[in-house]
C-alpha cells in the first residue's frame, strides 16, 4: 500500500463563518465553538461503554497508563482521543482570538483582564467527556459531550452484535442532552449553542472489519459494493438527522485503510502479516461512495507509511500483549504485559491508535482541513 493508514476527514453540510475583528484593533470576539458534540464509534468513545453489558470496554488497565493518574477512563488508548485533542485544540485557538496588536503598537492587550479574566470567553474545555456515567457540571453540557460507543456503526446490525449503543440510540440520547441544556439555560441560548457547535460523525470501521470481515451474518448476502450502499444508508440518514437537530459544522471521518490494522493483518494477512489488500479497497470504496454523498472527502493519515517520518518505529503491532490481536477485554494488564516504548507505536492495541498517534493525526486535521469550517 501507498499508504498504510490513512485517516479522512471532512467539512460536510453548512459553513458559517465568524466574524472578524477589523485589521490593527484589539476586539475580544466570540468563541470559535461553542460547544464539540460527537457521535460514533470507540475511537471517539471516551467511557460511555463503561455502564453497557459489553465485552467491548476500556476502562480497565492497560488502558489510560498515561491518562492522567493512569486512569482507565474508558478511552480505547494509552491516553487521549482525538476529541480530546481537538477541545484542547479549540480552546488554545481560542486563547489566541483574544489577541491582536493594536496598529502602532508592539504587544495587544488581553482584554478578557477587564471583564474577570480570559477564561469567561472560552467555551471549550481540555477534554471531553462521554455523556453517559460521569456527573456533568452545568459547564460540561453547555460546552458539548460525547455520545460515541466503541463497536458501533452505521449497519444497524453492528451494534445489536456486541450490545452497544447505535447511532440511532445516540441520536436520542442527544435529543435527550437538549432538553437539559434548555433546562439550564432557556431556549433561546440552547439554539445559540447548537448552532455555533462543532458536531464529529467517526463510524464505519466496525461495520467492515467486524460484521462483515469477521461475521458471516453480512457476508453470506453481501458482497462488498452492496454492503457499502447499506452502510450509506446509514451515513445520510445520521448526517440528515443530525443537520435536522441543527447542527451547521460538520467534520465527517472517513474510514483508514482496514487492511493494515494490527488485528486485521493478523487475521487476513497471512504468515507475514501484511496489509490486507480488499479490506482496504473495502475502504477505499467506501470513502469514495461517501465523497459523492457529502462531496468532500480527504483522505490523510500522516502515521501510515511514513510513520518513521513522525518518530514511530512500530506501525505494523500494538503495545499490548503480542499487539496482534488484543483488544478490549483481550487487552488487560493482568494477563497481557504492555510494551515500555508506548510513544513508539502507531497503535496501542491491535485495533485503536495511541496517544501520540492520535494527536499527530488531529494537528494534521486542523492544519490541513479546518479552514473548510471557516474556524
Do not use: W
Not at 467517526?202 to 452502510?231: K, Q
Amino acid at each position: 500500500m501507498r499508504r498504510s493508514c490513512r485517516t479522512a476527514l471532512v467539512a460536510a453540510v453548512v459553513v458559517v463563518a465568524l466574524a472578524m475583528a477589523p485589521p490593527g484593533v484589539c476586539e475580544k470576539k466570540g468563541p470559535l465553538v461553542t460547544a464539540v458534540i460527537v457521535f460514533g464509534d470507540s475511537i471517539m468513545d471516551p467511557g460511555n461503554n463503561n455502564g453497557l453489558h459489553t465485552v467491548v470496554k476500556a476502562n480497565h488497565a492497560p488502558y489510560g497508563k498515561d491518562f492522567a493518574n493512569h486512569e482507565p477512563t474508558g478511552r480505547f488508548s494509552n491516553g487521549l482521543i482525538p476529541t480530546d485533542f481537538m477541545a484542547k485544540k479549540l480552546l488554545t485557538m481560542e486563547e489566541e482570538a483574544f489577541y491582536k496588536v493594536s496598529s502602532g503598537s508592539t504587544r495587544c492587550h488581553r482584554l478578557g483582564d477587564r471583564d474577570g479574566g480570559i477564561a469567561q470567553g472560552l467555551n471549550v474545555k481540555e477534554l471531553l467527556p462521554p455523556y453517559l456515567g460521569v456527573e456533568h457540571t452545568r459547564e460540561d453540557l453547555l460546552t458539548g459531550v460525547s455520545f460515541a460507543s466503541g463497536a458501533t456503526g452505521f449497519d444497524p446490525l453492528t451494534p445489536v452484535i456486541v450490545n452497544v449503543i447505535s447511532l440511532e440510540q445516540q441520536l436520542a440520547y442527544f435529543d435527550e442532552y437538549r432538553g437539559k441544556l434548555v433546562d439550564i439555560a432557556g431556549e433561546e441560548e440552547t439554539r445559540r449553542i447548537i448552532d455555533g457547535a462543532l458536531f464529529v460523525v467517526c463510524a464505519g470501521t466496525d461495520d467492515i472489519a467486524n460484521t462483515y470481515y469477521t461475521t458471516p451474518l453480512r457476508s453470506a448476502h453481501y458482497d462488498i459494493p452492496a454492503y457499502v450502499d447499506l452502510l450509506l444508508v446509514g451515513v445520510e440518514s445520521l448526517l440528515r438527522n443530525v443537520s435536522a437537530r441543527g447542527a451547521k459544522r460538520i467534520g465527517f471521518v472517513g474510514l483508514p485503510p482496514i487492511g493494515c490494522v494490527p488485528s486485521q493483518r493478523t487475521m487476513g494477512g497471512g504468515p507475514d502479516r501484511g496489509c490486507v489488500p480488499e479490506r482496504n479497497a473495502a475502504a477505499r470504496l467506501y470513502n469514495a461512495r461517501a465523497q459523492e454523498l457529502i462531496r468532500r472527502l480527504g483522505e490523510e493519515d500522516p502515521a501510515g507509511d511514513n510513520g518513521a517520518r513522525y518518530g514511530f518505529s512500530e506501525t505494523t503491532k500494538g503495545c499490548c500483549g503480542t499487539g496482534t490481536n488484543e483488544v478490549a477485554v483481550l487487552c488487560d494488564a493482568r494477563f497481557m504485559p504492555v510494551c515500555d516504548d508506548v510513544s513508539e507505536h502507531v497503535f496501542f492495541d491491535s485495533y485503536h491508535p495511541t496517544q501520540r498517534a492520535y494527536k499527530v493525526i488531529v494537528d494534521y486535521i486542523f492544519d490541513h482541513y479546518m479552514q473548510f469550517l471557516n474556524l
